[in-house]
């Protein structure tokens, strides 16, 4: 059983920054393509950014590209949000999510994800 759970969120003023852990536990022997996404109250879940296992490859969405950077930590079993020049649009509960496949392809696409984690909140004051 895989388990991903989130760490970092909070609140910051408007143009802070945050960055969001997410730790993979459990079938670590295997190899995760990670995805972040939010959801916003009234709001589907947005796909903001990926990597791959490999972290060779990245996707970003239009709307976090150059202010958030996802990244793998060194053992890979953790992965990275940096969030910078944070709007209060940008409030949201964060998920990171998995896809057990770790062939890097459609990092892109939000069904590739089916392991979850239970999600931080970030709040962003005006």
């Known amino acids: 059983q895989v388990q991903l759970v989130e760490s970092g969120g909070g609140l910051v003023q408007a143009g802070g920054s945050l960055r969001l852990s997410c730790a993979v536990s459990?079938?670590?022997?295997?190899?995760?393509?990670m995805g972040w996404f939010r959801q916003a109250p009234g709001k589907e879940r947005e796909l903001l950014a990926a990597?791959?296992?490999?972290?060779?490859?990245?996707y970003y969405a239009d709307s976090v590209k150059g202010r958030f950077t996802i990244s793998r930590g060194s053992a890979k079993i953790t992965v990275y949000l940096q969030m910078n020049s944070l709007k209060p649009e940008d409030t949201a509960v964060y998920y990171c999510?998995?896809?057990?496949?770790?062939?890097?392809?459609?990092?892109?696409?939000?069904?590739?994800?089916?392991?979850w984690g239970q999600g931080t909140q970030v709040t962003v004051s005006s």
């Open positions: 999510a998995g896809d057990p496949s770790g062939n890097g392809y459609g990092l892109g696409i939000p069904s590739k994800y089916n392991y």
């Open positions: 459990g079938r670590t022997g295997s190899s995760y393509d």
């Open positions: 990597i791959s296992w490999s972290g060779r490859s990245t």
